[in-house]
């Protein structure tokens, strides 16, 4: 088995996202010593930005979703459920919920080993992802949709998925898209 962390280390980690990306053929949107950044513009028309941080044995990837909360205490039981639930089936990925700019964020990621991180398992986990949060995002606008919900905040998520809870957990437990 072919060992790639040395292909991670201080200095190589941006040789090699940018070599991996160039030969993939994805644009990196900025690059540093240990943090890579792609945006992503999905074939649903939306757009989904992955983070790559290096970490001392371990490349961190999380594509952070739309679902947003100003406070722990107002992020929905339900919905952290649902996602929960979710990541009972995923092979690439987990959910979970990260602080980003003083907000708390559902976010998808994934812990790779950098010895075991050829190319191949580096673009199955970067479609993995950038799949799952952009599948959550359209249920989540469609679940908007067929509630009459206005998607501008402040707006009662207990309420909304009440009335929606059928639709999301059809719309992401029927799919198992990075499960074969």
């Given at each position: ?12 980690f ?12 994805w ?31 371990t ?11 100003a ?12 996602l ?23 976010t ?27 599948q ?25 998925l ?6 999301l ?12």
């Amino acid at each position: 088995m072919a060992n790639y962390a040395g292909m991670f280390t201080n200095k190589s980690f941006k040789a090699t996202i940018s070599s991996y990306c160039n030969q993939i053929g994805w644009k990196i949107e900025h690059i540093e010593e240990n943090l890579a950044v792609l945006v992503f513009q999905m074939e649903s028309g939306q757009t989904q930005t992955l983070f790559v941080v290096r970490h001392e044995s371990t490349l961190e990837f999380s594509v952070p979703s739309e679902a947003s909360f100003a406070s722990f205490e107002e992020i929905p039981d339900t919905l952290s459920s649902i996602l929960m639930q979710r990541n009972r089936v995923r092979r690439y990925g987990f959910w979970c919920i990260m602080e980003i700019e003083n907000r708390y964020v559902f976010t998808v990621m994934h812990n790779a080993e950098m010895s075991l991180l050829s190319i191949e398992y580096f673009a199955i986990i970067v479609q993995a992802l950038l799949e799952e949060c952009d599948q959550f995002e359209r249920a989540l606008k469609q679940m908007f949709e067929e509630t009459g919900t206005d998607t501008e905040e402040p707006f009662d998520w207990d309420l909304l998925l009440k009335s929606g809870l059928a639709f999301l957990l059809g719309a992401l437990m029927g799919s198992d898209s990075d499960i074969s």
